[in-house]
Structures are given as structure tokens and as C-alpha cells.
């Protein structure tokens, strides 16, 4: 029978290719301590870009007393507009996914940067980025 639950267990789960990078928070880049604030995930075949990030205020202080983490939370939420095309976040939100993304994953040498670019299959892309989130970012 079409439809039938063993015929659904045996069906293939679609999983597509993606890339993501950890965005980090390097108050002192001559120290070269990081603290992870964000996931930006992209997957080209499934369409999809997407970032999520936090910031442990706590945990930055004590790296950086001096930090003003409002201005660190408003370009984190700015990497989220970003990745979502809110044209709130500027013209680098009207591009297309791809080049958002390789413009979010750009080597930089600023206080915020992604981490190297790392890859995998899924066949859920925004269920992967909580997933990586919760692992790499939650604490």
C-alpha cells in the first residue's frame, strides 16, 4: 500500500550537502582567546542560509572588562540580518545566499571572526544549525 508507515520507513531521507562556521568573539587578538558566539550555516541544493548567535556577557567580561559587549551584540544580530536578507542589515543583505554566505565566512582580523569553514550532510538544514548551536555555541 503507497503511503503505508513500513514504506515510509524504507523511503530514502534526502540529505544535502552544507557548510558552516562558527562565528567567534576575539576580544584580544593578540592573545588569540576566543569565545564562540554563533553558528552561520549554508546549504546551497537545500536553499538555505541561516545564522544564530548569542553572546555570554559574562564570559566576555572576564576576558575583556573593558568591552563594550552592546556593540558586540548589535554586530552579532547584524550577522543574522545578514544571513536572513533583512535589507535592515545593509546592502550586503540584498546579494544572494551564496555570496552572503561567503561574505559572513570571509577571513577578517576583527574582533569578531568565523572560524574555518567545515562541511556535512543534512537532511534538515535549520534543525543542523540548532543542533551545531546547542553543541558549539549554548553553553
Excluded at 8 to 23: D, G, L, N, S
Amino acid at each position: 500500500m503507497p503511503g503505508s508507515p513500513e514504506e515510509r520507513r524504507r523511503a530514502p531521507v534526502t540529505r544535502h550537502p552544507f557548510e558552516y562556521a562558527i562565528v567567534r568573539v576575539i576580544p584580544r587578538v593578540e592573545r588569540g582567546e576566543a569565545l564562540n558566539a554563533g553558528i552561520v550555516l549554508h546549504s546551497r541544493p537545500a536553499r538555505f542560509l541561516g545564522a544564530r548567535t548569542e553572546l555570554d556577557e559574562v564570559l566576555l567580561a572576564a576576558m575583556w572588562p573593558d568591552c563594550d559587549a552592546e556593540t558586540v551584540r548589535d554586530h552579532l544580530a547584524t550577522i543574522e540580518r545578514i544571513a536572513a536578507g533583512d535589507p535592515s542589515a545593509g546592502p550586503i543583505a540584498s546579494l544572494s545566499a551564496p555570496e552572503r554566505w561567503h561574505w559572513l565566512v570571509a577571513p577578517s582580523s576583527t574582533v569578531i571572526q568565523p572560524s574555518e569553514v567545515h562541511t556535512g550532510l543534512t537532511a534538515d538544514p535549520a534543525a543542523t544549525l540548532e543542533h551545531l548551536f546547542r553543541t558549539l555555541v549554548a553553553r
